[in-house]
């Protein structure tokens, strides 16, 4: 197995835990694995970030071990991103040539 792999399926797991066990903080709604982002990753601690699919509020998670996650933490505010790469900037321009959206919705959501 490469390390993708088993970092992918450590993702897919923590993913799998947070829909299974957590809701969103301000209505109660369950979140399914479309709405749990992996936001970090460094060597054994996970961030990731949950937005609720009905009131868009988010929450952090952050884990440190592997199942069943009893060092598991929701901190209260959001843990800062790391800084804009040149790498996200091209995926944002690829984005943006083909969005057809609204692009004021799509800020508002994230
Ligand atoms: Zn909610």
């Known amino acids: 197995m490469r390390v993708d792999d088993a970092q992918s399926g450590a993702a ?3 993913i799998a835990f947070v829909t299974r066990h957590l809701a969103c903080h301000a209505c109660g709604t369950g979140y ?3 709405n749990v ?8 601690q996970w961030t990731l970030l949950a937005t609720c699919p009905v009131c868009t ?9 592997g199942p069943p996650y009893e060092r598991l933490e929701t901190p209260d505010t959001i843990p800062p991103l790391p800084p804009l790469t040149a ?3 091209r995926e944002w321009r ?4 083909q969005f057809a ?3 004021k919705a799509l ?3 994230s």
């Open 32 to 34: 399914s694995a479309d």
């Open 12 to 14: 897919f797991e923590l």
């Open 101 to 103: 959206g609204d692009l």
């Open 107 to 109: 800020l508002s959501a």
């Open 87 to 89: 790498q996200d900037v």
């Open 57 to 65: 509020a988010q929450r952090a998670i952050v884990a440190y071990d």
């Open 94 to 97: 690829i984005f943006l040539r």
């Open 37 to 44: 982002q992996v936001a970090q990753h460094h060597r054994e």
